[in-house]
């Protein structure tokens, strides 16, 4: 079945056409619009969607060497995200499939990651363990079953790209932060800052990343004072990577600790590390040993599919189209899309 997909829940703009399992197309435009504000300005995002979308659209139909003549079904983003930046994208998948008279699939974002390793995997299916680590998520999420999910665990508070985000921006390098931190993070030394690990007691797969992120705040308050720097004023490189560093190591421990206990726990085959966060690195090598000292079988999808794609949200709800399952163009988008809904029949 070829499908077309559409993401547009944040700041990336993107559209994909996929046949079955294979990605004919997959065009992610970036908006730089934010990146003076060190964050996502919600109206900005909606209007750069706007602006990018028919373009994004014709792109993705042109490298994949379709007509819209050949589409078969069409699957949008309805949440969890930005409103006005969903009704963009969703909008304009409920107006093709009408117009087109073509079966229509309202995608859950977070299962759009949890099955991203279709794209490039064929061995690829449940049961398996999932941490899902965005800049709007972090979750640890077991799939029994096609379309099954329970969720065993997710953050109290920050999520882990939004820790990322956060630390970036008192380190003065920049947004958005993962992949910043991520380079400074090579010149550092992780072990130069003793920040907290946050255990939550035990019986619980929740992490809670808001203490450290204060933790990283206080050491560069009190590094800048101690160098006689203005709170202003940024940190020396060195400075600033050993404290990337630590801060990214913290990160992994608690993650990955996490993803090993739920595996423990659920004696899963396989497991999915996916979302923005999963392009990182190191944290990508860590859940590889993880899951190599368990004999579990690690889907990391390749960077190009982490981060927010159209592709994957295309993979997603091809799979429910095939399965017969229809949404009504009457379907409305949802900001706070529950995760718990993964498991919804369409509505
Ligand atoms: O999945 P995504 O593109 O959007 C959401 O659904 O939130 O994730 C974006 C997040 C941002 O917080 C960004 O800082 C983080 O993913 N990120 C990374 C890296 N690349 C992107 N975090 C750590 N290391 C990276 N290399
Ligand atoms: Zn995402």
Redesign the pocket.
Known sequence: MIVFGIET??D?TSAAVLDGRTVLSSIVSSQAEHLEYNGVVPEIAARAHVRLLPAVAAEALKVAGVTLDQVEGVAATRGPGLIGALLVGFGFGRALARSRNLPFAAVN?IEG?LLSPILTDPGFAPPFVALIV????TEIIVSEDWHRYRILGSTRDD????A??KVAVLLSLGY????V??KAARAGRKDAFAFPRAWLKPGTFDVSLSGLKSAVRRAVEERKAALGLSPASPLPGDVASDVAASFQEAVIDVLSTRLREALLLTRAPRAVVA???A???P?RERCQAVADGLGVTLHLPPNRY???NAAMIAAAGGLRLERGERWPLSTTPIADFSTLGLDGSPS
Do not use: K, R, T
């Open positions: 829940s944040c990336e974002h990651h965005s800049g709007g998520h999520a882990a790209g939004e990322f985000d958005p932060g993962g992949p931190i991520e979302g923005g966060v392009a990182n690195g944290l982490c981060g927010d």
